[in-house]
């Protein structure tokens, strides 16, 4: 699979997660065939851009732990996902050291 397809294989199936659920970066590489390379999936994502169409879900993709990626000393993209989550009435709690966090066993989507 060439990058190309590796980006496709990845978008289409993000946009396979149902409003109102999450999954991981992880669990995307499992179902493209590509289970070492759940860090690709979210290389991925970060270089979609908005333009994608249809429009791409990156706002459901989150950690293995369930944690929502800070992405770095003055970025906004944590806060962003946050809010989207929460616009599909997702609920994002704030954990013991200030991560977001989503219960994945309440909001998650891991189909085989």
């Given at each position: 699979m060439?990058?190309?397809?590796?980006?496709?294989?990845?978008?289409?199936?993000?946009?396979?997660?149902?409003?109102?659920?999450?999954?991981n970066y992880g669990h995307i590489a499992r179902l493209i065939g590509m289970p070492n390379y759940s860090r690709h999936v979210g290389q991925a994502l970060k270089l979609s851009g908005l333009g994608v169409a249809p429009p791409l879900p990156w706002h459901r993709v989150i950690s293995s732990s369930g944690v929502i990626s800070s992405r770095g000393p003055n970025t906004t993209r944590a806060e962003r996902q946050k809010q989207a989550l929460e616009e599909e009435d997702v609920e994002v709690t704030v954990g013991r050291t200030g991560e977001l966090r989503v219960d994945l066993k309440s909001y998650g989507w891991f189909p085989n």
């Open positions: 060439d990058i190309a397809e590796f980006h496709a294989a990845v978008y289409d199936t993000v946009r396979r997660i149902p409003l109102g659920k999450v999954t």
